[in-house]
């Protein structure tokens, strides 16, 4: 079955980095676009940027776009989420999702001092 599991979320002080990454299983990786989404409490999930299977097209939030970047290891299936300059608003739990609806449990990110 299809599974994904994010990794690589905590705490971090404003202008800090993280690296998340999103291990999936169950299909053939390489097929599908992947995308990360976050969610803060009382919000819609929203969408932080995607990726298409080959790795040469990505799409990235206002919000987010300059500092964050999406990868991903078609080998070892793993898609990954680069975070830089860290902002406090950034705060949020993050998730990587597959079409057809698959979400992985999500990982926190904490931006603060």
């Known amino acids: 079955q299809v599974q994904l599991v994010e990794s690589g979320g905590g705490l971090v002080q404003p202008g800090g980095s993280l690296r998340l990454s999103c291990a999936a299983s169950g299909f053939i990786f390489s097929n599908y676009g992947m995308s990360w989404y976050r969610q803060v409490p009382g919000k819609e999930r929203e969408l932080v940027a995607s990726i298409d299977g080959g790795g040469t097209i990505t799409n990235y939030a206002n919000s987010v776009r300059g500092r964050f970047t999406i990868s991903r290891d078609n080998v070892k299936s793993t898609v990954f989420l680069q975070m830089n300059s860290l902002k406090p608003e950034d705060t949020a739990v993050y998730y990587c999702?597959?079409?057809?609806?698959?979400w992985g449990q999500g990982t926190q990110v904490t931006v603060s001092s």
């Open positions: 999702k597959r079409p057809l609806n698959y």
